[in-house]
């Protein structure tokens, strides 16, 4: 079972700032980000795009990181290989993530958002994480990320789901929210939190979110 401390490792993935021709920005925006989600972070790492990227999340995986998420190597350039370096390194894709993280994109406002080919997944009981490079896409992505890293730390390490959890709570933490068409059949939790059809209440920040 996952202790209540997440480990967590910042990666930068950039050329130019590997080779110190560029000021990592979103990197440190990252580490304070996980840093407030309640992890203790280690980074930002900051390595060229390519092979490196992988070495690194191999070396985070065999030092037994909870998380890792690397911000930058998502695009459409020919030098974005950070999609590429990460699958070789996963052993199960988590494809809701990343769909959710070009969703908030998209959604506040980033057309471009949606061209981000940022991947996430699990490599053995490492979640990892791609962002994109810069540090609007990292607060968007940390966003949609925070809520549910807790949770799925804990299935990752064999935790139960949050579902049964739940259903201990005295009295009813969610409720239908009312004229929002079809969002209206989705579960809305009442202390405010986003609508989603696969999140659910449990007093708890790091537990706010179930499967099935």
Not at 55 to 70: E, F, I, P
């Amino acid at each position: 079972m996952v202790s209540s401390l997440i480990r967590a490792l910042a990666v930068t993935v950039s050329h130019r700032a590997a080779a110190g021709v560029y000021e990592d920005r979103s990197g440190p925006v990252l580490v304070s980000l996980l840093s407030a989600a309640g992890c203790a972070v280690d980074g930002p790492v900051v390595v060229a795009d390519g092979a490196p990227v992988s070495d690194v999340l191999r070396s985070a995986v065999s030092r037994s990181y909870d998380v890792v998420v690397t911000t930058g190597g998502t695009g459409l350039t020919p030098l974005d290989l950070t999609p590429e370096m990460t699958r070789e390194v996963l052993d199960r894709e988590i494809p809701g993530i990343a769909e959710a993280l070009r969703a908030a994109g998209a959604a506040a406002g980033v057309p471009a958002a949606i061209l981000s080919r940022g991947v996430a997944g699990v490599a053995g009981q490492t979640l990892i994480v791609n962002l994109p490079g810069s540090t609007g896409g990292v607060r968007d992505g940390m966003a949609v990320l925070a809520p549910v890293l807790g949770h799925a730390v804990s299935q990752i390490h064999g935790g139960d789901h949050v579902r049964a959890a739940a259903e201990r709570l005295p009295g009813s933490a969610w409720h239908q929210r009312a004229d929002q068409g079809m969002m209206g059949l989705w579960d809305v939790c009442a202390a405010g939190r986003s609508p989603s059809p696969s999140l659910i209440c449990s007093a708890s920040r790091s537990n706010c979110a179930r499967s099935g």
